[in-house]
């Protein structure tokens, strides 16, 4: 068959609309430095840098129920979820317990002159009883003074020292930049994720998992025990039991946050906790919100050597990733119609940045329940230039592996593109 050369030429427009955008679209997107995935194979060659290595794999399809029936309403998603719920609490993180069966608090310290007056400090020392144990850790919260009562409120889940979150304001950390949120006119809180499950594989066990289980939590626990990350999610949880008295926070706008390990279990907490208005993962990586499937970066087998973060059901996927009856992109799924934040860092190749934003990509059938459009694959943004659509975002930021005030400011614009 002849074609005329105009007939050529329309057809050769329509092919590039179809294709030609969608590869522009591609280059245009964040793509991995070449420089760096040449350092990482010089340093790691274990691991693989390469998109092109990335196996050929088949994601779980989160809408498809034990049964095998499809998932078509947000009802019918009520029971999957449970399921998908389940799973996740068999083979990865645990199966947590509720509240204690005291639960007190009891204000350390408060000081309404906080930041030379812009905010109130409030120093909570959370109190559990169980079974005639005992447990304490502490909440620091800061709320802007000027801003209407109730406020929203960002809590940290923190993994890292706790200079970083210094209620006396005499240390000062871009991983917690309280003044700028205060500013922002947002409350922020944090807790110590120590104080919950020292991360520690010798020593996890000292803190919440003792109160429930006393000195059996020393010994062989069972092969779906909740671990370190479900520990410091039940610690965030009882946070909010706290914001639930406490008049000046708004309930319905909290965002709990981590980063690293934190990310992992933020992650986690929300999807247990649907109290949490949205749910921020910075640099979570495997075991948070990359998808394991694509073994790139740190891999299952990797990230299963810090063995006190998971339940112990999970070392039977090491290398088996094809195995799990789930991938990540179901557990951000766990968190609709609420929100969510992935973000990633353009050095940090070993959180998978890409498999991070593809978890949000494929977790966006089960938003679709609520009438939001998709994160088509094709959109992964350009460094520095946050992608938000409804109620989802997500970043990658220049530098590395870290928690920054650049972070920080893209997850209180995304708050306020809900909230306000």
Known sequence: MKYSP?????????LFFVYGQQSFAQEQGWQADPDRIEYLEEERPQYNWRESAVPDFQLPDALEAAGGSKV???EQWQQRRSEILNQFRTHMYGHRPGPPENLSFDVVEEDPEAMDGRATLRRVAINSQHEGRSHEFELILFLPNEAPKPVPVFLLMNNRDPDNTDPTREEKSGFWPAEEVIDRGYGIAAIQNGDLA?????????????????EQAAVDREPDAWMALAAWGWGASRVMDYFEIDSRVDTSRVAVLGHSRGGKASLWAG???????????????SGGAALSRRAFGETLRAVNRFRHWFAGNYDAFDDREEALPFDQHMLLSLIAPRAVYVASADEDLWADPRGEFLSLVHASPVYALWGHEPIRADEMPPLDQPLVAGPR??????GGHNLTPQDWHYYMDFADHLWR
């Open 6 to 14: 105009l007939r050529i030429l329309i057809l050769s427009i329509a």
């Open 72 to 74: 078509q309403t947000k």
């Open 198 to 214: 020292p991360d520690d594989e010798e020593h996890y066990h000292e803190g919440v998992i003792r109160l429930f289980e006393g």
């Open 271 to 285: 999807a247990e906790d649907e109290r949490f208005s949205i749910v921020i993962s910075n640099n979570s990586g």
């Open 393 to 398: 975002g997500y970043h990658v930021r220049s």
